[in-house]
């Protein structure tokens, strides 16, 4: 497929990930007529890969239907599966991305009724030329994070968490904010109950 001038109104989305030690790592190429390629690398360390194309495909969404002109939006992957997750509101693991893709796609079918994207899927096995160049580069990008862990998602909302239950003891133990009259909540154990969190499913 070559973009010509004649078709200024096409963006095409393709992107691809890998994981290595890790690290997710996902390239996104913009493709647009009349316009230089971009280029749009992501990396982040212990979450999955799945996670990772949806973020680049909500990235991709993002930038293309912001361009001006723009009535039609190709997304090429290797992972079709995962561009169905779009459509999949109940999955709470990918509910964000979800979300702001979907609210993304609602203004670019809403600035013009004539308005398209379509997904295609692309094996890297056929060595297409615009998927092969996005293939490779996912294959062959090597970060080297200094403190991976602290670049997880995980461990990001394990912080947030644990300054959040923080903030709850010490305005707990504060004699004005405690209140009188108040029930402790015991375990099996007899053992006092602490405020805690559940991670989400991965």
Known sequence: MVLESSSSLLAIIVMDAS???NIAISILYIHLANHSLTKTVYHAAFI?????KLFMIR????QAYIKENVSKIIVITNSIHVAKKIFNTVSYSYQSHVVAILSE????????????????????????NLHK????????????????????????????S?????????????????GRHFLNLLDDNFNVIKPSYIKEDL
């Open 162 to 178: 644990n300054n959040i239950i923080n903030i709850w003891k010490m305005t707990f133990q504060a004699l004005d904010g405690k």
């Open 105 to 128: 796609l609602c203004c670019f079918f809403a600035s013009n009724q004539d308005n398209s994207i379509e997904f295609w899927e692309c094996p890297s096995q056929l060595n297409w």
């Open 19 to 21: 994981i290595k030690n």
């Open 59 to 62: 990235y991709g969404i993002n």
């Open 133 to 160: 160049a996005v293939d490779i580069d996912a294959k062959f990008f090597n970060p080297l994070p200094i403190y991976p862990s602290k670049m997880s998602w995980n461990y990001c909302k394990k912080v947030d």
């Open 48 to 52: 999955t890969s799945t996670k990772a």
